[in-house]
C-alpha cells in the first residue's frame, strides 16, 4: 500500500512552487504535475491521499480529468480550485463526487485544513474497505450449510426453527452455530449482524 500524497495539478508553475512549500511546511506530503495528461499517465488505483486540482488549465482541464479519473474507479477526493466564474462548474463536479473546492484567492490555511479533511475521509475510506474484505475472507470459509444457517441465524429464528426448516438435529444447528461464531469472529448474533451491516454500506 503507497503513502499517503497530496497531488497538486496546475500548469501554472509559481502556484505548484507556492503549494508545495505550503505544504511541507505544514507536514504535509506532495507531489506535482504540470497537467492532467502527466497525472494520468503516472496514476496508480493504489495510491493513496488526495487531489488539488485546477479547474481551468491549457490542454486537459481539471474537469477533464477529473471525468477520467472517475472512468477509471479512482476514489481519491479531489480538491478543486477555482476562479470566481468557475464555481458553476465545481458545484457540478461536486455532484459527481468531488470532495471540495475551494475559490481563488484563497487563505492558506483554508486550504491546508481542506487536505488534512480530504486526507483523513481517504484513510478512513481505506480502513472501511480492509474490514470489508476481513469479513468477505471470514464469509469464504464458511460451508453451503453454515451459509444456510447463518442466514436463518440473522433472521432471528431459534434453534429449533432452524433445525426443522434444514431437517436436521438441534445438536447439529448448534454445532454450526458454534463454527460461525469462531470463523467469523463474533460471539452473537447481534455482533453477527452488525459486522456484516459493513458489507452494504
Known amino acids: 500500500m503507497s503513502t499517503a500524497c497530496t497531488h497538486i495539478i496546475d500548469d501554472d508553475e509559481a502556484i505548484r512552487d507556492a503549494l508545495q512549500w505550503l505544504f511541507k511546511t505544514r507536514g504535509v506530503a506532495c507531489r506535482t504535475w504540470a497537467s492532467g495528461e502527466d497525472f494520468l499517465e503516472a496514476w496508480s488505483p493504489q495510491w493513496r491521499g488526495c487531489i488539488v486540482l485546477d479547474i481551468r488549465m491549457a490542454g486537459m482541464s481539471g ?21 470566481h466564474g468557475d ?6 463536479a461536486l455532484k459527481k463526487g468531488a ?23 481517504d484513510a478512513e475510506r481505506q480502513r472501511a474497505a480492509a474490514s470489508r474484505e476481513t469479513i468477505e475472507a471470514r464469509l469464504a470459509t464458511l460451508t453451503c450449510r453454515e451459509r444456510e444457517v447463518m442466514d436463518l441465524i440473522l433472521e432471528g429464528k431459534y434453534n429449533k426453527v432452524i433445525a426443522d426448516e434444514l431437517s436436521i438435529s438441534m445438536r447439529t444447528v448448534e454445532a454450526h452455530r458454534s463454527r460461525i461464531f469462531d470463523k467469523m469472529d463474533v460471539r452473537s448474533a447481534v455482533e453477527l449482524a452488525q459486522m456484516l451491516t459493513t458489507l452494504r454500506s
Do not use: Q, W
Not at 87 to 92: G, I, L, T
Not at 103 to 121: G, Q, R, Y
Open 87 to 92: 464555481v458553476p462548474m465545481a458545484v457540478a
Open 99 to 121: 470532495f471540495h473546492f475551494i475559490e481563488k484567492p484563497f487563505n492558506d490555511h483554508d486550504l491546508v485544513s481542506l487536505v488534512e479533511t480530504a486526507l483523513a475521509a
Open 63 to 83: 474537469l477533464e480529468c477529473f471525468d477520467t479519473l472517475l472512468a477509471r474507479g479512482c476514489e481519491l477526493p479531489v480538491i478543486f480550485i477555482t476562479g
